[in-house]
Antibody, heavy 131, light 108 residues
Framework: EVQLVESGGGLVQLGGSLRLSCAAS????????FNWVRQAPGKGLEWVSY????????YYADSVKGRFTISRDNAKNSLYLQMYSLRDEDTAVYYC????????????????????????WGQGTTVTVSS | EIVLTQSPGTLSLSPGERATLSCRAS???????LAWYQQKPGQAPKLLIH???SRATGIPDRFSGSGSGTDFTLTISRLEPEDFAVYYC?????????FGQGTKVEIK
């Protein structure tokens, strides 16, 4: 079964740090790019970060640039999001999402005949920033 | 950054009725890389439509997507009880990927 399982969320103080993990199973992890997407309580979806299959291309939303670091370990089938200098507005459910394309120069392209985009999502992990 | 604007914010309909959801982009969406997601309370988003009009695996044919350029539509031909949820459009042809603010389809 294709599956993504996030972990590492919790309660953290304002200005603190947290590392999220996303464990993948049921498919060839190294063939895919990944994204982190978050959802603040009662709000919509916000894309946070993208990493290509080889880690050669990384993008961040302006709201987290300079504070969050995305990374992956293809040998461990795992995706990570290191978060520093956490703010109130970072309180959200964080989802990892598989991506079947590749991005370069700010544009994104299919790897194969179809381009599904973010086709598989984890169940999410909750980050609460408290003052 | 491509801004996606969804309308209406809330759609109040009865089971069996037709739902029409709109997503308008601030600039043309690259190669119609436009997706629709369904999200129910406490659950992760679920991919319904990719490439503006292709149903994802296992999605019933009462869901259909259309449009190109800057105007896209998700249609649910006959609402089933399990279809009442929030729907998001998303463009994935450029970075940053962006989502619409969502349309809630609620039971009338």
């Amino acid at each position: 079964e294709v599956q993504l399982v996030e972990s590492g969320g919790g309660l953290v103080q304002l200005g603190g740090s947290l590392r999220l993990s996303c464990a993948a199973s049921g498919f060839s992890f190294s063939d895919y790019a990944f994204n982190w997407v978050r959802q603040a309580p009662g709000k919509g979806l916000e894309w946070v970060s993208y990493i290509s299959s080889s880690s050669s291309t990384i993008y961040y939303a302006d709201s987290v640039k300079g504070r969050f670091t995305i990374s992956r370990d293809n040998a461990k089938n795992s995706l990570y999001l290191q978060m520093y200098s956490l703010r109130d507005e970072d309180t959200a459910v964080y989802y990892c999402a598989r991506d079947d394309g590749y991005c370069s120069g700010g544009r994104c392209y299919p790897k194969g005949s179809y381009y599904y985009g973010m086709d598989v999502w984890g169940q999410g992990t909750t980050v609460t920033v408290s003052s | 950054e491509i801004v996606l604007t969804q309308s209406p914010g809330t759609l109040s309909l009865s089971p069996g009725e037709r739902a029409t959801l709109s997503c308008r982009a601030s600039q043309s969406v690259s190669s119609s890389y436009l997706a629709w997601y369904q999200q129910k309370p406490g659950q992760a988003p679920k991919l319904l439509i990719h490439g503006a009009s292709s149903r994802a695996t296992g999605i019933p044919d009462r869901f259909s997507g259309s449009g190109s350029g800057t105007d896209f539509t998700l249609t649910i031909s006959r609402l089933e009880p399990e279809d009442f949820a929030v729907y998001y459009c998303q463009q994935y042809g450029t970075s940053p990927r962006t989502f619409g603010q969502g349309t809630k389809v609620e039971i009338k």
